[in-house]
């Protein structure tokens, strides 16, 4: 590790400060630019934030990370490699189409359609997920058709994870950079070096992009910039499980993305059974409950900060440590987020729908409908709605200068 970190030290770090100095330049046009061409975000019922703020924030990330990208191959072409090209092709792609969704407001399909081209354009150019380890140390090979299946599922799953938890000020590009800063050190120690400098410029333009997006926001990124950070996350995290066949390299990203991964999933479950598209916002995720319960919005995302730093430790101890210990992290792992999961009332949603489940006489959607009706749509005990509903809404509208 020691070597790697030398032989490539200052091509690191001047890349870096490129992508920091570019983001923080331009940021600002992108908003003067949304500001021209209508690219502003409108309060409305639904949304906690108050004031119109420009979006197009992604464009500034994006110039900020292909700047520094660029620096780097210039100080080091030899680490030009597949994934590179993969990475600056998908971007593109993913850019524009969240470029195009900021101004017009694309339909699901159309995004999808933009995210599909983006992963493909991985899948052919770049890494791909072509085995998978088992804990008991056998190891799965794929073929090439299940192998770019499995690629594709991870890359829009990350690329739609990011951008379902940009919801307040700062969220997205905070959990992002301490993802993409423990990417950086998980690649360095297991000698990945294109996994290492990727994720390391794509922080220091999203710590950049903060000087702006910290609450309180003067601009949005955006799905532009939210796909963006996820689309990369998801090149290099593939690109790190090729490179080892222990288990732990498919465990170390799954852990590092945990709390965006839960967030979503639980989302999901919630619309499904609301009777609702999964595409439909609400106010039932994880920032918002710690909204609820009377958090500001900077002790919100500082809350879930630490978490993410919690998570990214206990990963890159997976890397450090023996079976035995491995086991250890897992447990303390398992065992802190299951306390902070019980502190914001989801395992009491979860009970909640079971219960709605045992109702035989009547359907899914019919009853949920009749209990929206009545002002209940599966509140528990402590106020929150598993549907982002409700009570929980009342609790997020009061709060000022925040973004959707």
Request: hydrophobic share 50%.
């Amino acid at each position: 590790m020691t070597s790697l970190i030398g032989s490539v030290g200052f091509p690191y770090l001047v890349a870096t400060l490129v992508a920091i100095v570019t983001t923080l330049i331009a940021t600002p046009l992108s908003g003067h630019l949304a500001g021209v061409i209508g690219a502003m975000d409108e309060p409305d019922a639904r949304k906690v934030h108050s004031r119109v703020i420009p979006r197009l924030g992604g464009i500034g990330i994006y110039a900020g990370f292909l700047a520094g990208l660029v620096t780097f191959l210039l100080l080091r072409p030899d680490e030009y490699s597949p994934l590179v090209l993969a990475v600056l092709v998908a971007s593109l792609v993913i850019v524009i189409t969240g470029v195009l969704d900021d101004i017009y407001v694309l339909s699901a399909k159309y995004k999808f359609a933009g995210q599909s081209l983006a992963a493909a354009a991985i899948i052919v150019l770049g890494p791909r997920i072509e085995f998978l380890a088992l804990p008991t140390g056998d190891v799965i090979f794929l073929n090439p058709i299940l192998s770019a299946g499995i690629t594709f599922f991870w890359v829009v799953s990350l690329v739609n994870i990011i951008n379902f938890i940009d919801g307040l000020d700062g969220l997205a590009a905070g959990v992002a950079s301490i993802a993409a800063l423990t990417l950086f050190f998980y690649a360095v120690v297991t000698g990945n070096g294109a996994g290492a400098f990727i994720p390391l410029i794509l922080a220091g333009a999203a710590i950049a992009f903060l000087r702006y997006n910290f609450n309180p926001a003067s601009i949005f990124m955006g799905d532009s910039g939210s796909m963006l950070l996820g689309l990369i996350l998801g090149a290099v995290t593939v690109s790190n499980v090729t490179k080892g066949i222990a288990f732990v390299s498919l465990l170390v990203p799954l852990v590092i993305v945990a709390i965006p991964i839960f967030d979503t999933a639980f989302a999901i479950f919630r619309r499904l059974w609301g009777g609702q598209s999964i595409t439909q916002p609400d106010k039932g995720h994880i920032h918002h409950r710690l909204l609820h319960r009377g958090h500001s919005q900077r002790q919100t995302v500082i809350q879930i900060y630490l978490w993410s730093f919690a998570l990214s430790a206990a990963a890159i101890g997976l890397t450090l440590t023996t079976s035995g210990l491995r086991l250890l992290f897992v447990s303390l792992l398992v065992i802190f987020s299951l306390i902070f999961v019980y502190s914001l009332g989801l395992f009491e949603g979860l009970l909640t729908v079971f219960k709605d489940m045992a109702v035989p006489s009547r359907s899914r959607s019919g009853y949920g409908e009749e209990r929206r009706r009545h002002g209940r749509d599966t509140s528990n005990g402590s106020g929150d709605s598993t549907t982002g509903e409700g009570s929980l809404d009342e609790g997020v509208k009061t709060t000022d200068h925040l973004p959707n």
